[in-house]
């Protein structure tokens, strides 16, 4: 009978309108309570909320006489449960390590579900302890702040037994959760929560001004409450890796005050948060942009919350501190630093800047010197707004800045190397929303970072961090100029790093030498977004914590994938990739067409719903605007 149970734990029990296919898919271990007579019934076939149709796993008891493995494996199974504080689980606990056990302090990631043995413990003289071993491949941790950081490695933890009466019963075990990545999948879900972005002096020159919301992703749970949960963790502020370059407009320890429910919105689509004694006297503005973090915030939950159409934030005692509307909330939104991105560009054989609306089959030269024969660019930028282009000739030494208007003049030359070429020069050029252009000088001897606001001014250099011997082979900036993406070439492999830019003037920036000047930019807690991948060939912003990357693992063939920036994979379909991607191009709104450089077919294109095809046979290095 222990075996027949230990096969049917898992069996899930289900919710809303799959349940009655699922059960049929259980015939053969056993469902319960499938009714044999009443009335046919219609199934209501409407949309229903990620909520209503999630799968919802309920934990199993320890049952009599179990031995140390099996457990074991019960507890392992009770922990991937739906509970929300995983009473289930604790019963295989003895009452002390119930008491002392905290979940949700840290979450491994396995790739499979952990592999459990029992080892001899020399430590119990008298026999009655057990030790069970917890093993695999560990792939990530998420912290007790949710946020994900892989991290990769062999995972061997140990857990202890007791008898309890004649019961085995846990006493000693790692805190936190172990999960397999399939489980952590199916009970987490990826979540931006939103801060404003620490522009420092750059507020001034901000095209769009200061109200610039920066995604932050966090892992929550799908199905315990998860407005609550996402209201709580935006609450306690950015993760540690984000902190320096943004902030919250919430006062400090301003907590969540719960009512009887879930966190739900009303009837009218209104969100009702209620929050603790030290959010009561904000100003009007001050409350305005705690709501616009917290729309944004719930409206990545799903289909139930992206329906809000508005918050209103409460004292403790249930008085309105305000309200804010979808439509009023509209100059805070992520996509004002996205621009419309209407063309996709590239330089073609000619050595021209041409470029395609979705509607166009065939690219045009874009208006201005940039689009005229003998330009001889290598590579393009397009500033946010299409109003402006940069470009670098196509022997990597010279950057121009132009508008992209018939009779407008290229103009001197911002920037001149005296080297160049294939393997050094300057990289493609790269807009952030704000109207900083940034671009990397690859020179081996010294490889710099700069950056030219509005893309007129005199170059900044930017400060960065030891690369030990590698260059700066191409960059990206997210629109909110927060986050650079770049890849790294270092002995003989290529690589795609994350940082953050910091700004002179909150004082996270490093102390300058005597006598040198404080850097104004600083790009910091460089990472690797894509461990998994050895080498990186291509990659592009795709959302505001988006990534799409071409890149192979060691010994396999080139990959096009999704990855979030904290370096998860994206839960988005996996997309087809062309054979030989150099360069990719997406934009922010997901709706878009990808396109890409190929060795083989050219420049190649992705709308929605079709397949790859080729807008030109000759062209390199796609971008949208930014």
Not at 30 to 58: F, L, W
Request: net charge neutral; aromatic share 4%; charged share 25%.
């Amino acid at each position: 009978m222990g075996a027949d149970r230990h096969r049917l734990r898992r069996t899930p029990r289900l919710l809303g309108a799959p349940a009655l296919l699922a059960c049929g898919a259980l015939l053969l271990t056993g469902c319960a309570s499938m009714p044999d007579s009443g009335d046919v019934r219609r199934v209501d076939s409407s949309p229903r909320t990620d909520v209503d149709t999630q799968v919802r796993v309920y934990g199993v008891s320890p049952g009599k006489g179990e031995q140390p493995t099996e457990l074991v494996n019960g507890f392992l199974e009770a922990t991937t449960s739906s509970e929300e504080d995983l009473a289930t689980a604790k019963e295989y606990l003895t009452r002390g390590a119930a008491r002392r056990w905290a979940p949700f302090a840290e979450t491994t990631v396995l790739a499979q579900p952990p592999e459990v043995r029992v080892e001899a413990d020399p430590g119990d003289r008298d026999g009655d302890g057990r030790t069970v071993v917890l093993s695999g491949k560990r792939i990530a941790k998420v912290d007790a702040t949710h946020a994900y950081r892989p991290s990769e490695g062999d995972y061997v933890e140990r857990i202890h037994l007791s008898k309890v009466g004649s019961e085995w019963r846990i006493d000693r075990l790692p805190g936190g959760l172990v999960l397999g990545e399939p489980d952590f999948q199916r009970i987490y879900a990826s979540v931006n929560k939103y801060y404003f972005a620490e522009l420092g002096p750059d507020a001034g020159n901000s095209r769009v001004g200061q109200d610039v919301l920066v995604a932050d992703p966090v892992y929550l749970r799908r199905d315990v409450d998860p407005a609550s949960a996402a209201v709580k963790a935006l609450l306690d502020g950015p993760t540690s890796w984000l902190d320096p370059v943004v902030s919250t407009s919430f006062p400090a320890g301003t907590n969540l005050v719960r009512r009887d429910g879930k966190l739900t919105p009303d009837s009218s689509n209104t969100l009702k948060v209620r929050l603790g004694d030290r959010a009561s006297h904000v100003g009007g503005a001050r409350c305005a942009r705690m709501a616009a973090q917290l729309l944004f915030t719930v409206q990545g939950l799903g289909q139930g919350s992206a329906g809000v159409g508005s918050v209103r934030l409460e004292r403790q005692d249930g008085a309105e501190l305000c309200s804010l509307s979808r439509d009023g909330a509209r100059s805070y939104a992520p996509e004002q630093v996205y621009g419309r991105g209407d063309h996709q560009y590239f330089v073609d054989a000619d050595h021209r800047v041409v470029r395609l609306s979705d509607e166009a089959r065939q690219p045009q030269a874009v208006p201005g010197p940039f689009g005229e024969d003998g330009i001889g660019l290598g590579s393009v930028a397009v500033s946010r707004d299409e109003r402006l282009a940069a470009g670098v000739t196509e022997d990597g030494r010279t950057l121009y800045v132009t508008e992209l208007r018939s009779g407008a003049e290229r103009g001197a030359a911002l920037l001149r190397l005296q080297g160049g070429g294939a393997q050094g020069g300057l990289s493609a050029p790269s807009w952030d929303g704000l109207g900083g252009l940034w671009v990397a000088d690859r020179s081996a001897q010294r490889p710099r970072l700069l950056r030219l606001r509005e893309g007129v001014e005199k170059a900044d250099e930017v400060r960065l961090p030891d690369l030990k011997g590698g260059v700066i082979e191409s960059l990206r900036l997210s629109a909110d100029g927060t986050r650079i993406a770049m890849l790294i070439k270092r002995g003989g492999h290529t690589t795609l790093q994350l940082g953050r830019v910091e700004r002179a003037g909150r004082g996270h920036l490093p102390a300058a030498a005597e006598g040198e000047a404080a850097p104004e930019l600083s790009v910091r807690g460089l990472h690797p977004v894509s461990p998994r991948l050895e080498d990186v060939d291509a990659v592009s912003w795709a959302g505001g914590s988006r990534l799409v990357v071409a890149g192979r693992e060691p010994g396999g063939v080139q990959q096009l994938q999704y990855v979030e920036t904290d370096g998860s994979p994206a839960d988005v379909p996996a997309v087809p990739g062309p054979n030989g991607v150099a360069a990719v191009a997406a934009f922010e709104d997901k709706n878009r067409p990808l396109i890409a450089e190929t060795t083989n077919d050219g420049i190649v294109r992705l709308m929605p719903n079709t397949d790859w095809k080729t807008v030109a046979k000759e062209g390199s290095v796609p971008v949208y605007p930014g």
